[in-house]
């Protein structure tokens, strides 16, 4: 009985962050931001997404971002995945409009595929399969500096047609996240060390700054009214896309790293890194790229796909592990030399 009691309280930790996220949406749909509160709201985020990326800034190392540009192969096979394999299917996705998707998922899935990759989860599921931890830290932190730049620009090109999305967006980007990032970058050499401190108090700045950004973007969508174009067949037929599309990159990405003779480690780097999207950085980029009720549908794919590739990977990377340790365990049987799984 306590055994349960506590694998039940240890999931819920794990999940809290998640569970945070479908409250706040639940708050936003009972009681979503109206007249001056609105006005509070939407400046409050401004300030909350230039905090975000500052600490984003303050956090990352230049030394270890370029250290890790010499494992070119890997880096730019993960550039590749996040940043060309990835926005492709997205526009293939325009194709599912409107019989499959409507508009605004369709739109909104063509921005989930011109995000960069996560950070934390890319180098925990890294090291969970046995993969190479130190490429996978500079792949994922590269990835999303590369992002605060190319992303921006990939919706500019893949959605400007297609309305909700104004080219001034890439000046604000400029100004609400690329300026407060590198700020953080100039500040490192005073902060660094306090940043290091309060890795825990400043985690919870992190998600109180997305949850912020996630309560006015669905909450505005509340007031609009936006929420009755969207039908729980809609939903089911959103999820099962995107489950095709983890799918898909899993597999490329797998077989990427096979097809340049990289090791098994580096494969396993690559697939993680390369299948991921980034929550954290997408969330307020929505916030800053597209104006408008349209914001809380444009970030809806985002939102599910987050969750689906947690639960795949967390799945994919147990078997893994599981693989590599059987293997190093059969190399001595095989007259091989071990090699210690890290």
Known sequence: ?????????????????????????????????????????????????????????????????????????????????????????????HLLAPTVLTPELAAGLTFLC???????????????????????????????????????????????????????AVLDVALQLLLPFVLGQLARPWIAGFVA????????????????VVYSAFGEGVVDGVWHRVSATALLALVGVEVVLLGIVLVLTWYAGRAIGLPREDQVTIMFCGSKKSLASGLPMAGVLFAGPVVGLIVLPLMLYHQLQLMVCAALAQRLAGRAVGDAEDRPARGEPARAAS
């Open 197 to 212: 401190r309060h890795r825990t108090i400043l985690g919870l700045v992190d998600r109180g700054s997305i949850l912020l």
């Open 114 to 168: 011109c995000l960069p990759s996560t950070v934390q989860s890319s180098i925990a599921f890294t090291s969970v399969a046995r993969g190479n931890v130190a490429a996978a830290i500079c792949a994922a932190s590269f990835s999303n500096l590369l992002g605060i730049v190319v992303s921006p620009l990939l919706v500019a090109l893949l959605l400007a047609t297609r309305g909700g999305f104004s080219g001034q």
């Open 1 to 93: 009985m306590h055994r349960t009691a506590r694998a039940v309280l240890g999931f819920v930790s794990r999940q809290s962050f998640v569970i945070s996220l479908l409250v706040t949406v639940a708050i936003a749909s009972l009681l979503p931001a109206r007249g001056g509160f609105a006005v509070v709201v939407d400046h409050a985020t401004t300030v909350a997404i230039g905090l975000l990326f500052f600490l984003y800034g303050a956090r990352l190392s230049p030394r270890d971002a370029w250290e890790g540009l010499r494992h070119w192969r890997l880096h730019l096979t993960v550039v590749v995945a996040t940043f060309v394999v990835f926005p492709v299917l997205g526009l293939a996705g």
